[in-house]
């Protein structure tokens, strides 16, 4: 991509109405823009991290065997009554009415829509265990939408639903997603501790809330110090073996981590003083069991092995990735912007031509922006002509994890610099070399 035909609108100036930095930083980097109140537009770069996060969610709910589809965003009033939760909601629901003023919703879940779907065609338990979601939008009307995409009102939810025979087997359901939403947090480059939560709304069972650590958090949480350092699943991991997901649920619930709705004090107290962490956390899943909550009053049942019909047991898995974009950057900047981890970065390489109207200049950079493009990366080509010091303002900004500079004084030697956006650390070497160094 070349930056010159790019639309990136950078701010020089810090907006005002940001109070944490990741607000700040996505609407300088021209990242996301406000269209009304808690209601955002993701501009082109923003719109890149929020697919390679999306990507990872996709990857790890495959692995881990759920099937995607994708359900609507409005929704009729009806299956809602359904469930009860038509009334029991309350103002968070955004309800409107249609020509034939039949009444609709925009949906805040899909806890009844996916019951529906199910219910109209599995009628066996042959067809267990069945784990279903999608990655859409959702609305709910925040009495406080605040922190940019942080908690707005039309965000992005990747919500999963699985229906199983038995208890049991929802167990084994909730522990795969478990195993999953962990390593999907590692490999976005955060540390998601699971902590035992409150069911809220949605109603339940069991419960666990993947919080990231962060003083600009808006939970209180408290946990033992120790799940700082536990080794996150391999990419190997059996998904269906029983025992070995409900290992990893063991382990990662060994000790104490609880929000402050289901703190204990007593319990955290016993926790030795020296490991006890208390401190604030953003929630960015949350995943639920609830038994036959939706499946009784919606009549989804299905043929046992015994002949007999049976509620299914379902749970439900959530994660927020337009939450998880400003999430990542309140864990990784510094003062001059944006880190992004690699595997979300919105490219993986910038080249920046420090003289554009050079004719060595512009042929190296032509020639390692080629290399490196057929070479499978996302490069951005800072071909347009503003000053050197602004470039590079810029490119630390956006955090795209590797610049490649090319100045005149390099060029002429048949040099470039490759500087690392995380540790700041600047090599000079051959323009052959940089090449080699991505493209191995
Ligand atoms: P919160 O307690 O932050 O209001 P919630 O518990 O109501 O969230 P869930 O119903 O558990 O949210 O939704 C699943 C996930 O969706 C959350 O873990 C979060 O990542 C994301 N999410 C929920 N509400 C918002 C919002 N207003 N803006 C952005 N993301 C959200
Ligand atoms: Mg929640």
Known sequence: MRLSRYFMPILKENPKEAEIVSHRLMLRAGMIRQQSQGIYSWLPLGKRVLDKVNAIIRDEQNRAGAIELSMPTLQSAELWQESGRYDAYGKEMLRIKDR????????????????????????????????LYHIQLKFRDEIRPRFGTMRSREFMMKDA??????????????????????????????????MRADTGPIGGKLSHEFIILADTGESEVFCHKDFVDFDIPGEH??????????????????????????????????????????????????????????????????????????????????????????????????????????????????????????????????????ALTRAGKDVLYDDTDDRAGTKFATADLIGVPVQIIAGPRAVANGE?????????????????????????
């Open 416 to 440: 470039v610099e490759v500087k690392d956006r995380k540790t700041g650390a600047r090599e000079t070497m051959t323009i052959e070399a940089a090449i080699n160094r991505f493209v191995a």
């Open 237 to 370: 991991t059996d998904f269906d073996s029983v025992e070995g997901l409900q290992a990893i649920f063991d382990k990662w619930t060994s000790l104490y981590a609880a929000t402050s709705e289901m703190h204990d004090e007593a319990a955290f107290n016993a926790v030795p003083e020296g490991d006890r962490l208390s401190a604030r956390g953003i929630e960015v899943g949350h995943i639920f069991y609830f038994g036959t909550k939706y499946s009784e009053p919606m009549g989804a049942k299905v043929q046992g092995p015994d002949g007999k019909e049976h509620f299914v047991h379902m749970g439900s898995y959530g994660i927020g990735p337009t939450r998880l974009v400003p999430a990542i950057i309140e864990a990784s900047h510094d003062d001059n912007g944006i880190i992004w981890p690699a595997s979300v970065a919105p490219f993986d390489i910038v080249v920046i031509n420090m003289k554009a109207g050079d004719q060595a200049c512009d042929d190296t950079c032509e020639l390692i922006y080629a």
């Open 161 to 194: 639903y699985s229906f199983d025979l038995t208890r049991e087997g929802a167990e084994h359901s909730y522990n795969k997603m478990f195993a999953a939403y962990l390593r999907t947090f590692d490999r976005l480059g955060l540390r998601a501790i699971p």
């Open 100 to 131: 034939q003023d039949r009444p609709m919703l925009y949906g805040p879940t899909n806890e009844e829509m996916v019951t529906d779907i199910f219910r109209s065609s599995v009628k066996s338990y042959k067809d267990l265990p069945l784990n």
